[in-house]
C-alpha cells in the first residue's frame, strides 16, 4: 500500500510540473511596441475644447524584462518592468517676443516605467511546443515629462502615483528544454497627470529672447495603444 501512494504521489507531481519540462522559473527580455499615446496639454481647463487637446505619439519601441514563476500546472505568476521613453517635434506652445506671440517648436514627450504584476492561465490547447496563456493584472505607473526647447528645459514638481490594469495574451514556442521565443498582445490604458516646472522663463531660441506667460503647469500622458511585445524567454 505504501509502495502504492508513493507512485501516486511521484506521478502527481511529474504531472503538476510536465508543462515547460518541468521548469518554473523564466526570464524574458522583451522589446515592446506601443502603437500610440497622448499628451493632453491643458487637462485642467473649464474649456472642453482646450482640454481634450492632445499631442499624439505613435510607434513607440522600449525594452522590458519579466519574469515568471509557475505555481501550478496552469497556474503562471508574473513581474515585469519596462523603460518608455517618447518624444516628438511639435508646436505646443504660443510665447511672448517683445509686444506680440509666437509659436514655439518644441520637443514634447514622456518617460513612462510600468511596474506590473500579472496573472496567467495556461490555455488548455496549448502542446509541447507550443504554449498558450490568458492573463491580466495590475501596474503602477511612475512617470514624467519631458519637454524641451531653445536653452529651456522643465523639472517635474508634482508626479501621483498611477495605477491601472491590463489584460495580455501570450504564445510561447519552445526552441529546446530550456529556451522559447515568445509574442504578446497587452491591452491596458495607464495614465498619470504631472504638474512641470520651466528651468526659467526667459529663453533664448533661435537667437531670440522669449517669455513665457506662465513657469508652471499641468500635462496628462494617456497611453492608450495596443502594445505588441515580442522576446526571448530562459526557462530554469
Known amino acids: 500500500m505504501k509502495i502504492i501512494t508513493l507512485h501516486l504521489i511521484l506521478l502527481l507531481s511529474l504531472s503538476a510540473y510536465a508543462q515547460y519540462n518541468g521548469n518554473r522559473w523564466s526570464i524574458t527580455l522583451n522589446t515592446v511596441y506601443t502603437t500610440s499615446a497622448k499628451i493632453y496639454l491643458d487637462p485642467n481647463s473649464a474649456d472642453e475644447v482646450l482640454r481634450d487637446n492632445a499631442f499624439p505619439l505613435q510607434g513607440i519601441v522600449s525594452p522590458q524584462i519579466e519574469v515568471r514563476y509557475r505555481i501550478s500546472d496552469d497556474i503562471i505568476l508574473g513581474l515585469s518592468t519596462e523603460y ?9 506652445l504660443t510665447a511672448f517676443s517683445g509686444l506680440s506671440t509666437v509659436s514655439i517648436l518644441l520637443q514634447d514627450g514622456f518617460l513612462l516605467i510600468p511596474i506590473e504584476f500579472s496573472g496567467y492561465y495556461l490555455i488548455p490547447f496549448s502542446t509541447d511546443n507550443f504554449k498558450f496563456l490568458m492573463g491580466g493584472g495590475m501596474g503602477y505607473y511612475f512617470g514624467s515629462q519631458i519637454r524641451k526647447f531653445g536653452d529651456v528645459e522643465v523639472t517635474n514638481v508634482k508626479r501621483p502615483a498611477a495605477y491601472g490594469i491590463h489584460v495580455i495574451v501570450t504564445m510561447d514556442y519552445l526552441i529546446t528544454d530550456n529556451f522559447s521565443v515568445r509574442g504578446e498582445m497587452k491591452f491596458r490604458d495607464p495614465q498619470f497627470e504631472v504638474t512641470s516646472q520651466y528651468t ?29 511585445i515580442f522576446g526571448l524567454t530562459f526557462h530554469f
Request: glycine share 10%; hydrophobic share 30%; charged share 25%.
Open 84 to 92: 518608455m521613453k517618447a518624444t516628438s517635434s511639435g508646436e505646443n
Open 200 to 228: 526659467k522663463t526667459d529663453v533664448n531660441y533661435n537667437g531670440s529672447i522669449i517669455h513665457l506667460g506662465q513657469k508652471e503647469f499641468d500635462s496628462k500622458i494617456n497611453v492608450d495603444g495596443v502594445s505588441f
